[in-house]
């Protein structure tokens, strides 16, 4: 059994409520809790959580954070076709459309050329409470997407790149009624002056090993600072053009709904998911002795942080401390607040971050014209009991 599976059936039994340092299971050991700490449960986390809830998703158990990178056999994941197999010695990348020279690349010669490190944290834009575990972080390894596209050679009227995945599906397409069946690949793009800029990676290895196949094996696109569906994974070919690329995972699935005032009038966007959204939630709350640990993940689009700060009940804001750990620009940010004197009884916990831009992470209650569920970075107030 797989610590995934043990976990899930734990959560499963309901026994996380009971608390998950008293279980005493091997390979639930807690290791993220000192000596002498202890685990105190949220209580408006429901008993019966599943973080596996199909073969296609892993749901990260933010309570067990245990450091800056995830392993890889831990990272979230989740995908819309499943993995497609993918033999790595046949395996070619392909560039086509508005280029001087298509290219077709293996991957041996994708990693003899120049590589670079990126580390970067980024969660799912469907990721949101009470569960948040939608999310990792990472060192990727790879080649820049810049080194790749100039060795092809943009031509002037390339506006559009295209990047698709080895999967695909059987989509309906609906045009004003009629309904047409065709096979799709995953595919997602981006303008010209983002595919073309230093930092986006061809990325075949994470925390210094291969990709697994649930990141993407053996190529993905890696766009620090924007949402996960923007990473594309299993990347089999980039199309470059000029018309606009309208496909599912572009135009429809991703997209948000928000209402904002312009001039006193209220005026309607529907736009792609692209870069993050300032975030930050509580993961865990530990006891030591007296004192009381909240901790917990900051996630950006790599503007520098300002502020982070942690409220308990109605009391003030209060700076919590960023993990020095964590200053790298894309990296998630990890944080921590001790709170002294807690009193018995339930208390509510908060965070909220803010960036040097003055962006501050919003309320529920501020989003609340945002009317479909992608892209919620609202604060996420934490309910415990203190015994
Ligand atoms: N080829 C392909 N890439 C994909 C997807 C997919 O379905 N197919 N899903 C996207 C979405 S919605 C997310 S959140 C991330 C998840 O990445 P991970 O599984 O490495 O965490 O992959 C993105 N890249
Ligand atoms: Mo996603």
Redesign the pocket.
């Known amino acids: 059994m797989t610590i995934q599976n043990t976990r899930r059936e734990i959560l499963k039994g309901g026994l996380a409520v009971a608390g998950l340092s008293v279980l005493g299971i091997p390979d639930w050991a807690m290791p993220v809790l000192a000596q002498g700490e202890t685990l105190v449960e949220f209580t408006d986390l429901p008993p019966n959580i599943n973080l596996n809830p199909t073969v296609d998703r892993r749901i990260i158990d933010i309570r067990n954070i245990n450091g800056v990178f995830t392993p890889k056999d831990q990272f979230f994941t989740?995908q819309h076709y499943g993995h497609p197999e993918i033999d790595p010695a046949a395996y070619r990348l392909r560039i086509a459309g508005l280029v001087d020279r298509p290219l077709s690349l293996s991957l041996t010669e994708l990693k003899a050329m120049r590589s670079t490190d990126i580390v970067f944290g980024f969660e799912?834009?469907?990721n949101r409470r009470p569960l948040q575990g939608?999310t990792s972080n990472g060192r990727w390894t790879g080649v820049p997407l810049k080194t790749v596209l100039d060795r092809a050679g943009i031509k002037a009227e390339a506006r559009e790149f295209v990047f698709f995945g080895a999967d695909h599906g059987e989509e309906e397409v609906d045009f004003r009624g009629t309904i047409t069946k065709v096979d799709q690949q995953f595919g997602r793009s981006l303008p010209r002056d983002r595919a073309l800029s230093s930092e986006p990676l061809l990325a075949y290895a994470l925390n210094g090993e291969p990709l697994t196949k649930h990141q993407g094996f053996p190529l993905r696109l890696i766009m620090p600072g924007w949402?996960?569906?923007a990473n594309v994974k299993f990347l089999s070919e980039i199309h470059v053009q000029e018309d606009q690329y309208l496909g599912k995972f572009q135009a429809r699935w991703y997209r948000t709904l928000r209402g904002e005032m312009v001039n006193g009038e209220m005026k309607w966007k529907e736009a792609a998911i692209s870069h993050l959204q300032l975030k930050s939630f509580i993961a865990r709350v530990t006891r030591a002795g007296d004192a009381h640990n909240v901790f917990g993940v900051i996630l950006h689009d790599g503007t520098p942080i300002r502020s982070i700060e942690v409220k308990i009940d109605n009391g003030p804001w209060q700076a919590a401390t960023l993990d020095p750990s964590t200053k790298e620009k894309y990296s998630w940010k990890l944080f921590n607040y001790t709170w002294k004197g807690a009193t018995p009884g339930e208390h509510t916990l908060v965070s909220r971050v803010t960036d040097v831009t003055g962006r501050v992470q919003p309320t529920s209650e501020e989003l609340a014209n945002k009317k479909t569920f992608l892209e919620d970075n609202s604060q996420h107030p934490r309910t415990v009991k203190i015994a």
């Open positions: 989740t799912c834009s469907g939608l949402y996960g569906v």
